[in-house]
């Protein structure tokens, strides 16, 4: 009979209380982690003039590949013309390059903005193994020009070819719609403000390295370092060491814990934190030339030896920019001999070393 | 048409197996397996006739009261009283637990089944069929975590919550029953369950494997 008499009472109170606080399967989903952002700046001052319409800024959280640059790109150029198709086609060695876009969401200049993250970053956004493994985000705030809600990533633009290997299947566009006003994270050179997911112990790698500063924390943690120099960089790797941050500029926070703050730039200084790359590991891939010469309209060429961090090549290769007009820098490599992945490759899969094309001008 | 060394055990047989079949039939006869102490007598499977009460446990499983999906399993009981030839009374608790997940959450529901029967029943030889009607209440309780909210990070609320509620329910169940040996019966139940939820009547089934037990 007390059994009855608790179920009955039971029955009673739950009929009477009518205030089910179950959500089963429902409810609302709370965000694995919130970033506070608020944007800087004069965006008149920054604006293509001839950037027609109304801005729909908003910002993103991209999730940051691991690439090398290619050696043409880091080693001093042999000639006047190699140093201006570097210019040309060469990204900042040691800029942020975009693997993926996460999370967007509108934002106000001056107001703050919150990006609610619901999903962690995928495995392919993280550096090194299950046991320790990082990745590193960058807010970018951009003009949503063609609409779709998401920053849209680009690719560089090489001239066409018909000989000149596989059809590409990458569905990245070439151009850019969106425009980009500003990124957190733009380059190691300059101070930072990023976003880390840090899974594990941390080992310190090069992966945007910030020796000097403090661990990552696990999990999502916003991180601030003041950048380094190119040459410090590139003495320290010759030393087979990473580059020093100050640790002064070195901050980290919870991702609520603070507001990550990015001023307005123009375009053109931060647009290639949009631009993806083919290749991260610094290999190049060398075309066949064609028998007819490719548009260069608006392109840069230069004939220099293939470049390589260990002895010099004798093998000449003809190396052109990217256009002048190109939302992401690049190169293209041709030579007369040699197959897609290196000039020497014992078998070469093209020999046109006795009878160039008629416009090949190295 | 037959031999004779065809019919007689052991006719066609070397000496050494005539000897062995001698020694079985012997050893056979001297056995426990006697005429007189089988193991399966004509009793072995004697009812002794029910009581007024009568416990009963066994394994549960049905929809879970207030999870959309899923299938609840765990164990339960009663005891009923039986009053008369075709009425009998009692009680049931029983609980199961169920865990679904979606993209977000991953959720355990464990019900906690109490209810107040009452029964129309008949009985057909060794076995009883009735109809169970059970009126009460169901207490879930809730455990939900944020899937990848400990990689994130997450700690407290934010990773895991959890909540309890008794639900108004009603079950009405076909019972069949078997007096198997002694006081002891199988019994196998199922049916429609009703639930007060969410300011909504759900609808579920329950069944249940068990023996029962009347003194």
Request: proline share 8%; aromatic share 6%; charged share 15%.
């Amino acid at each position: 009979m007390a059994s009855l008499t608790t179920s009955a009472l039971l029955a009673v109170a739950a009929t009477t209380c009518g205030c089910s606080n179950l959500q089963g399967l429902g409810g609302a989903v709370p965000p694995l982690a919130s970033i506070q952002v608020e944007v800087t700046g004069d965006l008149a001052a920054v604006r293509p003039p001839d950037d027609p319409g109304t801005p729909d800024l908003h910002v993103a959280l991209v999730w940051g590949d691991q690439w090398l640059v290619e050696p043409l790109c880091i080693l001093p150029p042999e000639s006047a013309d190699a140093a201006t198709v570097i210019a040309a086609g060469c990204r900042d060695p040691f800029g942020f390059v975009p693997a993926r876009v996460d999370a967007n969401v509108a934002v106000t200049i001056g107001e703050p903005a919150t990006i609610d993250l619901f999903a962690l970053p995928a495995a392919d956004v993280l550096v090194g193994d299950l046991t320790a493994r990082v990745g590193y985000g960058s807010l970018v705030i951009y003009d949503d020009r063609d609409g779709n809600g998401t920053l849209t990533l680009a690719r560089p633009n090489r001239p066409n070819s018909t000989t000149g290997g596989p059809p590409m299947m990458d569905p990245t566009p070439t151009t850019q719609p969106d425009l980009v006003y500003g990124a957190s994270f733009g380059s190691m050179t300059a101070p930072d403000v990023r976003l880390a997911y840090r899974e594990g112990v941390f080992v310190q790698t090069a992966f945007y390295p910030r020796a000097g500063c403090g661990d990552p924390p696990p999990a999502y943690s916003v991180l601030a370092a003041g950048g380094f120099s190119a040459s410090d960089a590139i003495a320290a790797t010759l030393a087979g060491m990473l580059p020093q941050e100050d640790p002064a500029s070195c901050t980290q926070a919870a991702p609520d814990a603070s507001t990550i703050s990015i001023a307005l730039a123009p375009p053109a200084g931060v647009s290639e934190v949009a631009c993806t790359e083919r290749n991260a590991d610094s290999s190049v891939r060398y075309r066949e030339p064609d028998t007819d010469m490719p548009d260069f309209t608006n392109r840069v060429s230069a004939c220099v030896h293939v470049p390589t961090f260990g002895a010099p090549s004798d093998v000449i290769e003809l190396v052109v920019s990217g256009r002048s007009d190109d939302a992401c820098k690049g190169l293209t490599h041709y030579i007369l001999k040699g197959c897609r992945e290196s000039p020497d490759c014992g078998t070469p899969d093209w020999d046109h070393s006795t009878a160039p094309p008629l416009w090949w001008p190295c | 048409m037959f031999s004779r060394r065809a019919i007689l055990p052991g006719a066609g047989h070397t000496a050494p197996v005539r000897l062995g079949l001698v020694v079985a039939v012997i050893a056979l006869g001297a056995s426990p397996a006697h005429a007189d102490d089988r193991l399966l007598g004509d009793d072995t499977f004697a009812v002794t006739a029910p009581g007024a009460m009568q416990l009963d446990a066994g394994l549960v499983l049905g929809l879970p009261a207030a999870l959309p999906t899923g299938i609840s399993t765990g164990i339960g009981g009663g005891i009923e009283h039986v009053c008369g030839c075709h009425l009998a009374y009692g009680a049931r608790v029983s609980y199961a637990r169920a865990t679904e997940s979606s993209t977000a959450w991953t959720v355990t529901h464990g019900d906690l089944r109490v209810r107040a029967t009452g029964s129309l029943r008949t009985d057909a030889g060794r076995g009883t069929l009735a109809l169970r009607l059970g009126l009460g209440t169901t207490v879930v309780h809730e455990d939900r975590v944020r899937n990848q909210g400990m990689r994130a990070g997450l700690s407290g609320a934010d990773l895991e919550t959890t909540a309890t509620d008794a639900l108004p329910a009603a079950d009405l169940e076909a019972v069949v029953a078997l007096r198997v040996v002694g006081a002891w019966t199988m019994v196998i139940s199922g049916g429609p369950t009703a639930t007060w939820y969410d300011s909504h009547l759900r609808g579920g089934w329950t069944a249940e494997l068990g023996v029962a037990w009347h003194p």
